[in-house]
């Protein structure tokens, strides 16, 4: 992710409420959620704007969010973009380029994982996209 944040001077912080939580997950594919999900919150972003990647324990889950200041999504676009090849439409989007099939993929492995996956954006002021995996037992 380097490059594209270097290209954008976007600024991108990490927090966690916890320090260490042992988790069963599939390492590649929770690594393909992440990146799908960041390399999202990038592109659409602005030059110079800001992605928080936070992690948490919520309800025996450990939650993972990726925040983003881009360009958001229209209400009655969110429920259709976790589906294979779908893609916001705007001008933007096209710019930005891609297949429409990061966060139907992240979608899959998440809930391959037992987890679930949402978005809350609005237009202008940015996304986040949240999701869980289950903690070990």
């Known amino acids: ?14 927090r966690s409420d916890f320090e260490t ?13 992440m990146c799908n999900l960041l390399s999202n919150a990038i592109k659409f972003t602005p030059a110079n704007g800001k992605v928080w990647f936070d992690s948490k324990i919520a309800n025996y889950n450990i ?7 881009g360009i958001g999504i ?33 979608r899959h492995y998440v809930e391959m994982h037992g987890g679930k996956i949402w978005v809350q954006s609005e237009v202008g002021e940015g996304s986040t996209f949240t999701f869980t995996i289950p903690m070990s037992s």
């Open 74 to 106: 229209p209400v009655n676009q969110q429920h259709s973009i976790f589906e294979s090849f779908n893609q916001v439409n705007s001008s933007v989007s096209r710019e930005c380029g891609g297949t429409g099939l990061g966060l139907s993929i992240a």
């Open 21 to 33: 939580q042992e988790l069963y997950a599939d390492k590649i594919k929770l690594k393909q959620i």
């Open 63 to 69: 939650q993972f969010s990726v925040s983003d200041n």
């Open 1 to 14: 992710m380097e490059p594209m944040i270097k290209a954008k001077s976007i600024d991108i912080k990490c």
